[in-house]
């Protein structure tokens, strides 16, 4: 379904981010972009969706496929309409707006279905139950809830999730990953940036981990979770050592040895 080939983006004209990275989503998978901060992962997200203009940064080689058609080069709002939705790290809701109204500007572009707030209610009870609460007196994890929700109304084909499980208790974490099992059993492909690595993989069929712009390691998810190199450096699974996440930077540095 989705298509990067050889991406280049740089910032400002100064700082090459990716550097001739490429990856692919089939239709109805789960694929997870993992990696260290910095390592590019939000910048692929705002070259799919879109986004780069608004944060000075550009395309400089490389092309964006969706559904066989170039995406490269085109506005966010006709990327939406054309079937890829994205929930942005932070949730980012509408605070001073309702439940509703966060969910009525999630469909703003014509491209969901008459439906969709159904869909989004029966995913998300809690979210039906506070319809009419301002969206900024909502905990965390009905923030997230609610980004997804708003992104599920213009009834995308892919979903963009970045950093869902951000800042939430380990029980929310869990409620999370199974929503978003369910999203792509309705049949809804999702691109998954996460720093929670296990939780990514577990559900994910394909994963790719992305260092200073590249692409360092491309497997199926079964195959990653088995990689000696991901589990040391990347996971943190070795002889009487407990787990750690990306932002470890003790174990950065150490696969920076590594990479090098």
Known sequence: MLDVRNLEV?????ILVLKGMSMHVPDGEIVAL???????????????????????????RGEISFDGEVISGRQAHEIVAGGI??????????????????????AYTGGGRADASDRVFDLFPVLAERR????????GGEQQMLAIGRALMASPRLLLLDEPSLGLAPQLVEQ????IVEINEQGT???LVEQNATMALSIASHGYVLETGKVVLDKS?????????MQEFYLGVHAGGAGHSFRD?????????WLS
């Open 85 to 106: 939705s994205q929930v942005m790290e932070g949730r980012r809701v509408f605070a001073e707006l309702t439940v509703e109204e966060n969910l009525r500007a999630g």
């Open 132 to 139: 009419r609460a301002t969206a900024g007196y909502l905990s």
């Open 176 to 179: 999370i990953r199974e929503l």
């Open 34 to 60: 993992l990696g260290p901060n910095g390592a590019g992962k939000t910048t692929v997200l705002r070259a799919l969706t879109g986004l780069l203009d608004v944060h000075r940064g550009e395309i400089t």
């Open 189 to 191: 492909a999702v691109l």
């Open 10 to 14: 740089v910032y400002e004209d100064v």
């Open 249 to 257: 930077v003790k174990h950065y540095r150490r696969r920076k040895r």
């Open 221 to 229: 998810a079964e195959e990653l979770l088995a990689d000696q190199d």
